[in-house]
């Protein structure tokens, strides 16, 4: 039904989304306080308020499938309020199960499907906790529904809705009404096909496709995905807009061997206020299907209700008509909802003051610009009277001459030239004392623009904030089933929830956090008889933290479980050959071995983690986001990741260097320094260009070669710059340092985006384009590319 | 090209394979089985239609297609072929001829095919095994 939504009609929908989810989130989080206190009678209101908005917008909505079992829930819920039951363990389950289902039913929904899973097992454990008793149900959720079982729930069998699907509400009319053309009549064509054809299924498209050549098809119920299905509907109604009578087509629709009757009706849109009822009450005119040429009744029936009855002349072909409305299931899967943001509003008045202050600031540099032109004017004016001075002066030197000649003294001349050009000195004084408080005011200006610009960057920047707790909050709910189905005690505690983090950022945090706290709770977490035998308490505590530090966030994850045994660690990456057995390395380093590609250290291959991709995976996910995830343990105490992230992604520390004519910015966190040698101080080893950092040995990549930016080859000195993380570093030889700078960074589109080594652009002070550098990509390229080209090199030689 | 418009009522008597201007109706068969293709055949010129070609694979339809075009009328393409199949042959040719009448012939069983081809664009379908009033009614049907 949410094929036809009009735009105002998706916000609607978005909110609906967005409010179901917080309502889910709600029914879940206060599931698991009713569990600790089973006796907490808020946390029951709060459930029931909960599922009752939910019920209550599924409706609105249309989601008949949500709405009904929401309803469930909520009479379920009603009975728990009531002290009727008592909330023991299964009844929790159920609730849990049931939120699961309604989880899944709104994802469904989002992605355009109806759930389709099976809900009747749910559904009596439900009942029967109305009824007081308890039914122990399977606690598996079918998440991603299967179109199959669409098809199960979309089955005509279920006599009750049937009527239901048969009429129209006001609305839906409203909007066949706007998909329609103007001068187009609107029919419902039901049509009703043989079940003793042999590929019976085949005939809802069969039609729709028969349709589609005569006039467009606006909507079809059941829908265009169920009609697709491999399933055979008894009877499809077709709503179309026609350009003409559809009538004259009957016989083409009547499909010998596939169609059993065909009726076509007209649904007459103008009418429609205040209706309600089913097909037969709403003002369809019915045209039986026995009187052929009906036409002349079809044509009649909307009488005088269309200005438009002029015959439409342009009998517009089949294909044309077709096109603009293609096949109604396109719709829904072409439009990936953007995102919604909820911001404190605070931030917005904030942003508009801000703007305002622009407003006065620019106001300021027009008077500004105002005061440099009367300037200019007076400047001009002087230096007229300047000139004209001086051309007086050299217009009377010949005269002062002859006088001298004439025995005048030169004293004499002097004291008279003095007077007669005095005020010349002081010509220009005006000018400069008003042009130096002009070029303060603009000074001051230009500094409040400054401040401006930076508060509103990082008011908009404050605008995509939002709050960990939107994926803390998901924790709970994770660890209460992981530490159940491990049959281990875990106490989740969660700090810092507050801290705010960018938004995409946040989106992409999640898996890897989860995979974390996975990994602390299946390997950290003893079981309670190992824990009972360490002197520890049974129940273990897993703590995650959010923190802010300078422009980075910290987020931690703690547990008191047995922690890491580096021997084991150490000895598993010998065996694995991530390591020399020769090499010593530190136990922090030690720790970190865990991230590498298929290192896992649990004894036994659990479904919670261990298959040897995880951690891995964890830190590949956490440095796309430019951050860095270590890990620190002790023995038999417990451990601790640690995630380092930047708060957005959108702003960066960088530095730009110069190579060639060519900007280049290199995001600041992954320079570790920056030298200046002399050419004759890098060396070649095994065809590496290296050269000695202290004790180190760093290969070097030169920009200017990877890039293919003509440079001179052999300055005097070599700029290099150190990029990478400890274990993995390499230097970028360029010209020259600039300096650091904030970089914005503007994504590169289209062909731009495959190009290795670059992470996008950044327009500088100056307005020139400088791009910015992806330094984990350009690990892996440039040693490859540089040996390539050295190699061609030496070819063409 | 036939249009609706101004295709009169047909006497039952008159021969089927006759379009409105008495010429016979062009087909070309796309069938990979002799045996289908002839079957085909028979019925089609025993109303008066013109088999003006056949092919044995659904490459080979789609050039015979583009060679023949304007000149044929009706294509019947079988939907499991060697080479290409039918649904992609029929795909082609829409592409090539978006009025061209394509008639597709299915085996039991072959119903998402069935609707992918008329969602591409085929007119009608046949389920094999053909019967001779089927064929030629759905076939009369759709060069309408």
């Known amino acids: 039904m949410s094929d036809y939504l009009d735009p105002a009609n998706e916000e609607l929908l978005k909110d609906f989304f967005l409010e179901a989810e917080s309502q889910v989130e709600m029914l879940e989080s206060n599931i698991l306080v009713l569990e600790n206190d089973p006796g907490n009678s808020d946390a029951v209101d709060e459930l029931f308020r909960a599922a009752h908005t939910l019920k209550g917008g599924a409706a609105t909505v249309q989601m008949d499938e949500l709405a009904e079992f929401t309803h469930l829930v909520e009479d379920a819920l009603d009975a728990i309020r009531e002290g009727k039951v008592s909330v023991s363990a299964p009844v929790v389950d159920t609730l849990l199960t049931a939120t699961d289902i309604t989880k899944a039913m709104l994802t469904d929904r989002q992605a355009g499907k109806i759930y389709g899973g099976d809900v009747s097992s749910i559904k009596a454990a439900l009942l029967g906790i109305l009824q007081g008793e308890t039914v122990t149900v399977d606690t598996a959720v079918d998440a991603g529904s299967e179109p199959a079982q669409v098809a199960t729930v979309e089955a005509p069998k279920d006599v009750t809705k049937a009527p239901s699907r048969a009429s129209l509400s006001e609305y839906e009319i409203l909007e066949l009404r706007e998909a329609a053309k103007e001068e187009q009549l609107i029919y419902a064509v039901k049509v009703s096909f043989r079940e003793d054809n042999p590929m019976n299924t085949i005939g809802g498209i069969h039609l729709f496709t028969t349709l589609k050549g005569l006039c467009s098809v606006l909507k079809t119920d059941p829908d265009f995905e169920a009609l697709y299905e491999d399933k055979y509907h008894p009877e499809v109604t077709y709503y179309v807009a026609a350009d003409d009578d559809l009538e004259q087509h009957r016989s083409r629709l009547e499909i010998s061997d596939v169609v059993d009757k065909v009726e076509i009706a007209l649904v007459a849109a103008e009418e429609t206020p205040a209706v309600e009822a089913p097909v037969v009450e709403t003002p369809v005119v019915e045209t039986p299907a026995e009187k052929p040429p009906a036409a002349e009744t079809a044509k009649k029936a909307p009488p005088a209700k269309k200005p438009v009855e002029a015959p439409a002349p342009e009998q517009s072909t089949a294909s044309d008509q077709g096109e603009p409305d293609a096949a109604p299931g396109d719709r829904k899967r072409g439009q990936p909802a953007g995102s919604l943001l909820r911001v404190d509003s605070r931030r917005i008045d904030n942003l508009l003051n801000l703007v305002s202050e622009t407003v006065i600031n620019k106001a300021a540099f027009n008077q500004v610009s105002n005061d440099f032109g009367e300037n200019l004017a007076l400047f001009q004016s002087v230096e007229g009277r300047y000139r004209e001075m001086l051309k007086e002066l050299f217009d009377s030197l010949p005269d002062y001459l002859e006088q001298i000649q004439q025995g005048k003294s030169v004293k004499e001349i002097r004291a008279e030239i003095g007077e007669r050009f005095n005020d010349m000195p002081g010509l220009f004084d005006d000018f400069e004392g008003g042009y130096k408080k002009t070029v303060a005011r603009f000074r001051g200006t230009a500094q409040n623009l400054g401040r401006i610009a930076g508060e509103l960057q990082e008011g908009v920047m404050r605008i995509r904030m939002v709050p960990v707790s939107q994926i803390f909050s998901r924790f709970p709910r994770l660890v209460r089933d992981l530490s159940r189905s491990l049959k281990k005690q875990i106490d989740l505690v969660i700090q810092g929830e507050d801290t705010e983090l960018d938004k995409s950022v946040i989106e992409d945090l999640l898996d890897p956090l989860i995979h974390c706290v996975r990994n602390s709770i299946d390997h950290g977490i003893e079981h309670p008889e190992g824990r009972r035998e360490a002197g520890k308490a049974d129940v273990g505590t897993v703590t995650l933290r959010a923190s802010n530090e300078g422009n980075m966030i910290l987020i931690e994850v703690v547990d008191d479980g047995r922690g890491i045994d580096v021997d084991a660690v150490r000895k598993k990456a010998i065996d694995r050959g991530i390591i020399h057995p020769n090499k010593q390395i530190s136990d922090i380093e030690a720790y970190n071995l865990i991230f590498h590609p298929g290192f896992s250290t649990a004894r036994t291959v659990t479904n919670v983690s261990g298959r040897g991709v995880g951690l891995d995976v964890v830190k590949r996910q956490i440095e796309k986001l430019n951050g860095t995830v270590t890990v620190t343990s002790a023995q038999g105490s417990g451990s601790r990741f640690t995630i380092k992230i930047p708060l957005t992604l959108a702003i960066i520390q960088g530095l730009l260097v110069k190579v060639g004519g060519e900007m280049y910015a290199i995001p600041i966190t992954s320079v570790i320094d920056s030298h200046r040698i002399k050419p004759s101080q890098i060396k070649l080893i095994d065809n590496y260009e290296v050269f000695n950092v202290r004790e180190d040995v760093v290969s070097l990549i030169r920009l200017s070669r990877l890039f293919r930016i003509p440079t001179e080859e052999n300055p005097e000195y070599h700029y290099v710059v150190i990029v990478g993380s400890d274990e993995r570093k390499m230097g970028l030889v360029v010209d020259s340092l600039i300096g650091e700078e904030d970089v914005v960074i503007k994504p590169l589109r289209d062909h731009f985006t495959s190009s290795p080594g670059i992470a996008g652009a950044n327009i500088t002070g100056e307005g020139k384009v400088s791009l910015i550098i992806d330094v984990s990509q350009l690990l892996e390229l440039g040693l490859k590319r540089e040996k390539e080209e050295r190699a061609r090199r030496e070819l063409s030689i | ?144």
Do not use: H, W
């Open chain 2, 1 to 144: 090209m036939k249009t609706k418009q101004d295709f009169p009522s047909i006497n039952q008597k008159e021969a089927l394979g006759k379009g409105p201007d008495g010429r016979a109706i062009r087909v070309l068969i796309v069938d990979d089985s002799m045996f289908v293709t002839k079957q085909i055949g028979q019925i089609l010129t025993s109303e008066g239609f013109e088999v003006v070609a056949s092919a044995a694979d659904g490459q080979e339809g789609l050039e015979k297609y583009k060679e023949l075009y304007p000149n044929v009328d009706l294509v019947t393409m079988d939907i499991t072929m060697p080479r290409m199949d039918g649904v992609s042959a029929l795909e082609k040719i829409m592409e090539f001829d978006n009025k061209a009448c394509v008639v597709m012939i299915s085996a039991l069983g072959k119903q998402d095919l069935v609707k992918k081809s008329l969602l591409l664009g085929a007119r009608n379908y046949i389920v094999k095994p053909l019967d001779r009033t089927k064929v030629l009614e759905r076939i009369t049907a759709s060069i309408r």
